[in-house]
């Protein structure tokens, strides 16, 4: 663990305390509304659970987004709110500064290349998803994945296979 202290407050403080209270606000404001909404909370690197080496601050606190959301979730069914609506995102790997920056090693390289895609493409799927829930009118939450589990098997093998996707964003070794 090399963050430092400035670091670790910097992306507990956006990631987790800026999530929650940004859900605490929507949902109040929500609520006084008439339709009420729906809030999107946007999961990363270790909301399943796997580690994430050298970024385990990060990894920690996308973890707490799939918890937040699962607990907002009970509490409106235990309130019996049925105008808000809460969901969690999973864009997948997006290439970001923040991505980039930490593809110094063999195996991050690896991985950028087959699975990250670039935002626009990451929106292309999940606007369009996004946008159809309000209209679908089941109210239930939502988990919307663009970089499913086997979307990401499926490319790993292509390059294994094929070499597909080999030094897309960066040469590798």
């Known amino acids: 663990m090399e963050a430092s202290d400035k670091d ?22 929500m609520q006084r509304q008439r339709r009420g909404g729906h809030v999107f909370n946007i999961d990363g690197a270790g909301s399943d659970g796997r580690p994430t080496p050298r970024f385990a601050a990060y990894g920690a606190t996308k973890r707490s987004v799939v ?26 790997m997006v290439t970001t500064d923040l991505l980039m920056a ?12 087959v699975l990250a895609e670039p935002a626009e493409v990451v929106a292309e799927y999940l606007v369009p998803n996004i946008r159809a829930i309000p209209t679908n009118g089941s ?3 939502t988990y919307i994945r663009f970089l499913t589990g086997l979307k990401a098997y499926s490319q790993i093998f292509s390059r294994l296979a094929f070499g597909a996707r080999r030094n897309r964003y960066i040469v590798e070794d």
């Open 8 to 29: 670790l407050i910097e992306v507990v403080s956006t990631n987790t305390l800026g999530l929650m209270i940004c859900c605490r606000e929507a949902i109040n404001m």
């Open 67 to 92: 918890h937040l959301t699962k607990s907002l979730q009970a509490e409106m069914r235990m309130q019996d709110v049925k105008n808000v609506v809460v969901h969690n995102l999973s864009p997948g």
């Open 102 to 113: 930490g593809a110094n090693t063999k195996q991050a390289k690896f991985f950028i290349n």
């Open 139 to 141: 109210g239930k939450p």
